[in-house]
């Protein structure tokens, strides 16, 4: 089988198919319904099985399959169209940016993050920060933007979850093969491979440099699995959020000083430079670095240039996701470093230690990126507010009010995360034109004009297909599980489409309290047992592998789906991403949110179910805050 595996042909693609592949290769395809349409069409029992993929399905389709596509009317038809489209927005003159701003078009902004989330198929997100720089970057796409990006590229991803028979989370790693994700080794401009190189502690670490494309925008990731590194080094790369406080550091090392190796050897000047959450700080050492070595500035100077040119946002007020490191860790990693920026032990430590003076002091990659950043934001109002006074210590001849955190509100990618079937009910109502301008408040009056039996005959058939398709899932869990025919059985009955149906699905981090609802559990069973109006849930989220707490929710979520009282009206799901999300999102009656207030930074997932016209149901805490109205 291996050996199958090793000398799998590769299919070729028929001339009138030529673009086929450059078509898989852009993650334009991960937000047009048409290109995945066609995809879909290819093979589509392969299609599903590929995770809808287009490049592993490009990669396994049986040649004879392609010649006979080559000759089917139906598909060149869809083909043609799909190139048209495609081409038309890649050479789109019509943008924000050439309309708003046509003389600042060339400035270019780099945008860091350790995780991206663009679709299921290219797991190198966890969560609601993947999710919210994939968004960007597609975002950033549509609107024209000067764009480059840098992240990680993961040789394991993030896990697959399976929860075993006792509720139990268990964490699956696969290896995957980079010839199935939608990356291309970068070129330089000689047309050879880009590999940078970063001194770690008695060795240099190598990194190989691979390119996806998102839209117009382009992101590079970093990659140590290669042959010029040690076994050890070659694991940096692995998994995100994997390993121990030691990978943690050799990995930000990477992002950021590597990252901005990588893009000077591909000739990128950028303007201005994003750090998406502090794993991207160090970008600011090898910037200052820069500036010393190349330019003789000196390191004080170095540092005002660098910050003028930097905006950080930062996503959460909870510990863990504001990394540190211990001094011993930073003089292990940066002992040599700090000689080149021109600075001494303190005048480097300064730049990330929260507490100048005592013990228990560590370095903060937070602190870092708010000492060397001109602009700074939190993720929604509350979050700036809840921001400004966790950091008012950085400032201390500040009032919490003046703390220079601003807020820049989460939001989603409207293509990604809109159902096409209510794009299509939309384009019979709102103006021709629309898809441009959503920006644009007038557009969307049109909303009053559909009749609401339209808006309810689509929910409930939205309602259907998810409940189709977690069926599905639950009876692929439930088999792997080797339970009974009748437990089998039962799922055929899950999730009537008369009951109303409560979704809540995200990470399992404790302060999302998950559990919440099960609180006054007699009344819980009351309310879901009521004769004429019955209630259920569907619960789905991954726990981080190191987070047991988070890990003894779901289990005790599984408990009760399997009391009796419970098991036919709460349902929990694996394996959360992106293809469940978009079922819930649109096909659940009510989006359920319970945070513990003001934990929530912003949260994004109660956006992408409000544009689908499924009810929040929240806490007032994160972007809530902003879009409750009282009436909503
Ligand atoms: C949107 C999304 C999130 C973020 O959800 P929150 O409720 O905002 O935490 C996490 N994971 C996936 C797969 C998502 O699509």
Not at 112 to 130: M, N, R
Not at 159 to 167: A, L, N, P, T, V
Not at 325 to 331: V, W
């Amino acid at each position: 089988m291996y050996f199958l595996e090793r000398v799998m042909a590769v299919p070729r693609l028929p001339e009138k198919l030529s673009r086929l592949e450059e078509l898989s290769k852009n993650l334009w395809w991960s937000w047009n319904y048409h290109a995945q349409q066609m995809f879909k069409y290819i093979d589509p029992e392969m299609w599903y099985q590929e995770k809808r993929s287009p490049v592993r399905l490009l990669r396994r389709v049986r040649q004879t399959r392609l010649y006979e596509l080559a000759e089917d009317k139906e598909f060149i038809k869809m083909y043609e169209n799909t190139v048209k489209e495609f081409d038309k927005y890649m050479g789109g003159k019509d943008t924000w940016m050439e309309r708003e701003h046509p003389d600042r078009k060339e400035q270019c902004i780099a945008y860091f993050c350790a995780e991206y989330g663009f679709h299921e198929s290219f797991p190198i997100y966890s969560g609601g920060l993947g999710i919210l720089a994939g968004d960007h970057l597609k975002t950033a796409s549509d609107m024209g933007l000067n764009f480059v990006a840098v992240g990680l590229l993961y040789r394991n991803g993030y896990f697959e979850q399976r929860i075993d028979e006792s509720g139990w989370q268990q964490n699956i790693y696969h290896s995957y093969e980079f010839e199935d994700f939608p990356v291309v080794p970068a070129l330089d401009k000689a047309g050879d491979e880009v590999f940078v190189n970063i001194d770690f502690p008695g060795r240099k670490v190598w990194a190989k440099i691979w390119k996806a494309e998102i839209g117009r925008t382009s992101l590079y990731l970093l990659d140590t699995d290669i042959p010029q590194n040690e076994p050890e080094d070659r694991k940096i790369t692995g998994t995100l959020y994997g390993g121990d406080r030691e990978t943690r550091i050799q990995q930000e090392i990477l992002l950021g000083i590597g990252g901005v190796r990588a893009l000077r050897m591909l000739g990128y000047s950028p303007n201005a430079w994003h750090m998406n959450e502090g794993h991207a700080a160090f970008l600011s050492l090898e910037r200052i670095r820069e500036l010393v070595q190349k330019n003789s500035i000196e390191f004080s100077t170095a540092s005002m240039i660098v910050k003028s040119g930097n905006v950080f946002t930062t996503h959460t007020p909870v510990p863990a996701g504001n990394d540190t490191f211990t001094l011993d860790m930073i003089d292990k990693y940066f002992r040599d470093f700090w000689s080149k920026m021109h600075a001494d032990r303190d005048e480097f430590l300064n730049l990330g230690i929260e507490k100048p003076q005592g013990s228990g002091q560590h370095f903060s990659m937070t602190v870092l990126a708010l000492r060397l950043s001109a602009l700074a934001n939190g993720v929604s109002k509350l979050h700036g507010r809840v921001s400004r006074n966790l950091w008012n210590h950085i400032y201390p001849d500040l009032p919490a009010v003046e703390v220079p955190i601003t807020h820049v509100t989460n939001g989603v990618h409207i293509w990604t995360w809109l159902n096409p079937n209510l794009v299509e009910l939309l384009d019979k109502y709102l103006p021709e034109g629309w898809h441009e301008r959503v920006y644009e408040p007038e557009i969307w009056e049109g909303i009053d004009k559909i009749p609401e039996s339209e808006i309810w005959e689509l929910h409930m058939s939205l309602k259907s297909r998810a409940r189709g398709f977690l069926q599905g899932r639950l009876k692929r869990q439930r088999m792997r599980l080797g339970e009974t025919i009748e437990d089998l059985l039962e799922v055929e009955e899950a999730l009537p489409e008369d009951v109303l149906t409560i979704g809540f699905a995200r990470r399992f981090a404790t302060y999302k309290r998950a559990t919440l609802i099960f609180k006054d559990i007699n009344r819980l069973k009351s309310i879901i047992a009521n004769s004429e109006r019955p209630v259920q849930f569907v619960f789905a989220g991954k726990a981080h592998p190191a987070d047991d707490p988070g890990k003894e929710l779901i289990r005790k979520l599984y408990e009760i789906s399997r009391t009796p009282e419970f098991k036919s009206r709460v349902i929990i799901v694996e394996n959360y991403d992106m293809n469940i999300a978009r079922h819930l999102v649109s096909g659940v009656d009510i989006w359920l949110n319970t945070p513990r207030r003001p934990h929530e930074a912003s949260g994004t997932s109660g956006e992408k179910a409000g544009m689908n016209g499924v009810l929040n149901f929240s806490v007032l805490d994160g972007w809530w805050v902003e879009g409750f109205n009282g009436e909503n």
